[in-house]
């Protein structure tokens, strides 16, 4: 079955960084279609963070929420491995990050989430 297992989170201090990981099983890497990465903090929903379109393999395209460009690199390591590196984090970047794939199932595109990791971020 996919799973999708992120890392690397934990408590940082403001301006600090961090490196989140998110390792793909039982994904065929030339049906992934997106990456991304959202968030979750404390009483809000989920919002898009960073996002990485793939075609067979490549990616064609990369987008990030407006709070954090310029701060936050989204980046795929060999076929299935995703990261995020996060620099000069901010108190508002406390949230639990979900890692998300998006491939082309059988039937049209299928969508998988990870558990989250949370990060937070003191001031």
């Known amino acids: 079955q996919v799973q999708l297992v992120e890392s690397g989170g934990g408590v940082v201090q403001t301006g600090g960084s961090l490196r989140l990981s998110c390792e793909a099983h039982?994904?065929?890497?030339?049906?992934?279609?997106?990456m991304a990465w959202y968030r979750q903090a404390p009483g809000k929903s989920r919002e898009l963070v960073a996002r990485i379109d793939i075609d067979r393999g490549a990616v064609t395209h990369t987008n990030y929420g407006d709070s954090v460009k310029g701060r936050f690199t989204i980046s795929k390591y060999a076929e299935k491995t995703l990261f995020l590196h996060m620099n000069n984090l901010k108190p508002e970047d406390t949230a639990v990050y979900y890692c998300?794939?998006?491939?082309?199932?059988?039937?049209?595109?299928?969508?998988?989430w990870g558990q989250g990791t949370r990060v937070t971020v003191s001031s």
């Open positions: 039982g994904v065929i890497p030339s049906e992934i279609l997106i």
């Open positions: 998300y794939y998006n491939r082309r199932g059988n039937y049209g595109p299928v969508e998988h």
